[in-house]
């Protein structure tokens, strides 16, 4: 009698914590104010995030290889789940900052969200069309970047969950064919 | 030792209420607060950081309102705008309030308000730097007592 290979069985939780390591959350972040750097930088190690930052849009570019210098090198380990631009910097803008990140294909999956001290509609409304993530006004709290924290986990666990359900019907089928060829 | 420690406390607690009190912090600096853990010196860093700001962005409006012959509003405005941002993010509420009268004069090219909003943002930035450093030095007095720091509640 032909073994048969049952898949494993596969737990998979609704505790979002159980997903990934907290710390996994790699954010860029993105401003030209000395102070406001320090304090984002802080309110994402507090939110148990990794976090990378830079003082222009287009350090930012250069760090992630989208400045036309270093185009295939190396990215594969660049993981970033986040990018969090202010609005008005010097040179390109925010705004810029986002939709050269949606153009690129390696990286227009990213969420990028856009911090600004002015609430203006048209300027909000812009950004949102460009494919912004979110927009918070400044200063940012500590409750805005759990909310974001929140809702990107439960995107990847519902992607992560996809992956699985595949992963499962596949090895269904798997079992399926071997029951097949073995006759039983 | 306890009694001074209660008495360095209720002292901590109500200059930092006054501080609220005067308008002279915001919500924010409790925020600020609430993302330091103990022993990081998290809130002398950002605010030590926010005060060579001011000093560099101060001289720069001052250069730009120099200029003998015409003077560039929207430099002193960008200048004005950068610190109306820094210092919405660490809870300094008289010297941000300062800067929103500030931009408006600079929108409007009136020369003697920016000249006048320009010494009150020194003399704010100042007076906030000092009573912070005191703030501080209770905080010390309080852990050198044998103390905690107490989560003061604004509310």
Known sequence: MAEVMLPEKLEISNDTSSLASPELLHVLAVDDSIVDRKFIERLLRVSSCKVTVVDSATRALQYLGLDGENNTVGFEDLKINLIMTDYSMPGMTGYELLKKIKESSAFREIPVVIMSSENILPRIDRCLEEGAEDFLLKPVKLADVKRLRDSLMKAEEKAFNNIIMHKRELEVNDVYSQLKRAKI | MDAIVAQLQRQYRDYTISLYQQGILDDQFTELKKMQDDGS?????????????????????????????TVDFSIVGASVHQLKGSSSSVGAKRVKGLCVTFKEFCDTQNYEGCVRCLQQVDIEYKTLKTKLQDMFNLEKQIVQAGGKVPQVDIN
């Open chain 2, 41 to 69: 010196d998290f809130v002398a860093e950002v605010l030590s950081l926010f005060f060579e700001d001011c000093v560099r962005l101060i001289g720069n409006m001052a250069r730009a309102l120099d200029q003998t012959g």
